[in-house]
Each structure stands twice: as structure tokens, then as C-alpha cells.
């Protein structure tokens, strides 16, 4: 079946549509060469439509082990070649079932090379994926209702759940949490309890943990002013780790502000150096939105990790008290294992 994709530009993209079935997001790319299905369940991803700049995607399949979350959260899926018969000794079924199954609109057969360099050169905008026999005025329609806010109360966890250890307890603050981080905290030794978003730090702190953490989510930092508000309440009493959106959530609740990008970081390569080591590492990413430097002047934070391509800010750190984050994602998934020793740095500030 026919299909397009058409961006709130006006500009139209077509392709083959899995099965006849349309979505409304912000359309955004991710440059990895492998790690399709952990973006296609990364709750940061809920909201938007992604396309992956590498060209052949589906070739080694799906399997449940590399699922980032317990569902998918994308809206639709656009890519170049899908491969439908999958080569992996670890493949339970093709992309294109697990697609079907979760019912992800897919696009593809698309140049996705002239996708990329239109979001590049006008930024992330709004798209509608749909059979190409839809209307002019029915785009339009999906196009002004898209609900694309308040994400993180859509992909936070709904229940208070444990991961017990033997080590210090941590509380992880849900903005939606990918798997591997809660793997990579517990592989520490950290005993693990994942609280909703909506957490107080009342009741954070009478739980009587040795630390916190803030987990990556999606959209905007500020739509979760309550998240701000509690990590205020907790700086000083708690050593506090963030990654993503946590780093941003840290960011505004110690003075800070952050801005939205052009078009993001999305991808499993790209560099970032860590200004205290002296060492580049390449890094997964994926966020939208990003914490201004000037902002941090005149508050206690200051940069430890800097993005090698355009500058931006990838780590900060308090001045006095154990509480630091990161914009990328050291856990990986997909990615390299480089940045593993954040999670025992945050170990040590607990012990």
C-alpha cells in the first residue's frame, strides 16, 4: 500500500506503508546503525516519529531481551529497506511482525537520506504518517490535534515496584526509565525502588534511601514542574544521579533553564568529552532539549561533560554537595559500554 509522510512544512515523503494505519508526532531521526528495536521501546521516544538514517533496518530481527520497556512507545516508524527475513541466532520473530503487533505505523522505502537533511536544515516539526489516499484537509486536522504534551504521566511507571540487592538503597524517580539503566544500577549492587513521577520528596525520603535517582523521559523538562519542585526539596539531604531528562530536571531545580535543540541528538556515536578526565568517550543519545551554559552561572553547578560536535552542555556537577548528571545515556542500549563508571561513581558517593 502507498503512503507518505507529510511535515507540517508542507513537505511530502513517500513510501510503502506496512498496513494501512496513521499517527501524528514530531518527526525526528536517529543516526544508529543497529539498536532499532530498543529506540522503538524507549519511553523517551513516545511523542514522535522516527526515522533511522541507516538504511537497511530489521536484518538480525526482535527478540524480548533487548525491549527497553514493557511496550512500545513510538508513534510510527520510517525507514529506507525493511528487511523481512531476519538472520540472528537471538531472533524470535522479524521487525515488520513486531510492528504488525504492536500496531506502529511503518513507512518504508523512503529517502531517508532527504528526510534527514530537511529536519537538519528546518529543525523537528510535526508530521503525519498515513496511506497516501488521505486528504489535504484530514492531515491538517491530525496535524492540529496532535497531543504531544504531558508525556511523562504516559510513560512513568503506575505503582511504587522493587529491584532488592544487598546495597545502598536508591530510589529512581520514573520520568520513563529505560530497562538497562535500572540493569546498569543494579549490576552496582543498588537496591532498586522505581517510584511514579508524581513521587513527593516527603515521601522519597521517609522510603530512607542512601541516594536518588532521575531517569531519562521524554519531552519537555518544564511540563514537570512537580518533578522540579521535589528535586529542590531533595538536594542537600540525598547524593542525586540524573540521566536526560533527570540531568534537565537538576538543571531547573538548581537555577539552571534549558532550550529545545534544533533537531536533537539521537544516535549511538556520538562524542562527548569529560572535561574533569580529559577523555573523549562516544556516547548514546537522545534528547531534544539540552541545559543552557549561561544559565548555570551564578548557581553552585558547574560543566563536566561537553558535546565534541556542537558544544552543548552533557555534564554537570554541584560544587560542594554529591549530586551530578549526564545528557547522554551511559547505560547504552543501544551503544557503547564506555561510560559505565558513572554508575559506580554514584555507587561510591552512597557508601
Known amino acids: 500500500m502507498e503512503g507518505k509522510l507529510i511535515l507540517a512544512d508542507g513537505s511530502v515523503f513517500w513510501g510503502t506503508m506496512l498496513e494501512s494505519m496513521h499517527t501524528v508526532g514530531e518527526v525526528v531521526f536517529n543516526t544508529g546503525m543497529t539498536g532499532y528495536q530498543e529506540v522503538l521501546t524507549d519511553p523517551s521516544y ?8 541507516y538504511p537497511l533496518i530489521g536484518n538480525y530481527g526482535v527478540a524480548a531481551y533487548f525491549n527497553q520497556s514493557r511496550r512500545p512507545y513510538v508513534r510510527g516508524f520510517v525507514i529506507g529497506e525493511l528487511c523481512y527475513t531476519p538472520s540472528n541466532w537471538r531472533a524470535e520473530s522479524s521487525l515488520a511482525e513486531f510492528l504488525k503487533r504492536h500496531r506502529i505505523p511503518c513507512l518504508y522505502g523512503v529517502d531517508t537520506r532527504a528526510l534527514t537533511r530537511r529536519i537538519r536544515a528546518s529543525g523537528v516539526m510535526m508530521g503525519v504518517l498515513a496511506p497516501a489516499n488521505m486528504g489535504h484537509e484530514e492531515v491538517l486536522a491530525l496535524l492540529s490535534n496532535a497531543d504531544v504534551v504531558h508525556l511523562v504521566e ?17 530510589v529512581v524517580m520514573d520520568f520513563g526509565v529505560k530497562r538497562n539503566i535500572l540493569e546498569s544500577l543494579a549490576r552496582t549492587g543498588c537496591d532498586l525502588t522505581v517510584v511514579p513521577a508524581t513521587t513527593t520528596a516527603e515521601t522519597i525520603l521517609a522510603m530512607e534511601p542512601d541516594g536518588v535517582f532521575l531517569s531519562n523521559g521524554p519531552g519537555d523538562p518544564k511540563e514537570v514542574p512537580y518533578a522540579i519542585a521535589t528535586v529542590k526539596k531533595l538536594v542537600g539531604k540525598k547524593p542525586i544521579f540524573g540521566i536526560c531528562l533527570g540531568h534537565q530536571i537538576l538543571a531547573l531545580a538548581l537555577g539552571g533553564d534549558t532550550y529545545k535543540l534544533k533537531f536533537g541528538h539521537r544516535g549511538a556515536n556520538h562524542p562527548v568529552k569529560d572535561l574533569i578526565a580529559g ?4 556516547t548514546s543519545q537522545n534528547h531534544g532539549y539540552a ?25 554537570i ?26 554508575f559506580q561513581q554514584f555507587y561510591q558517593l552512597m557508601i
Open 46 to 53: 513516545s511523542g514522535q516519529i522516527v526515522t533511522m538514517t
Open 317 to 342: 556537577r554541584h560544587r560542594t554537595l554529591p549530586v551530578f548528571s549526564v545528557q547522554y545515556h551511559p547505560e547504552a542500549a543501544p551503544g557503547p559500554h564506555d561510560n559505565m563508571y558513572l
Open 279 to 282: 577523555r573523549v568517550f562516544i
Open 291 to 315: 541545559v543552557a551554559e549561561a544559565s548555570l552561572h551564578g548557581t553552585d553547578l558547574v560543566v563536566t561533560h561537553r558535546a565534541v560536535n556542537d558544544g552543548t552542555v552533557e555534564g
Open 154 to 170: 504516559k510513560v512513568t511507571t503506575p505503582i511504587v515496584y522493587r529491584l532488592p540487592r544487598t546495597g545502598p538503597r536508591v
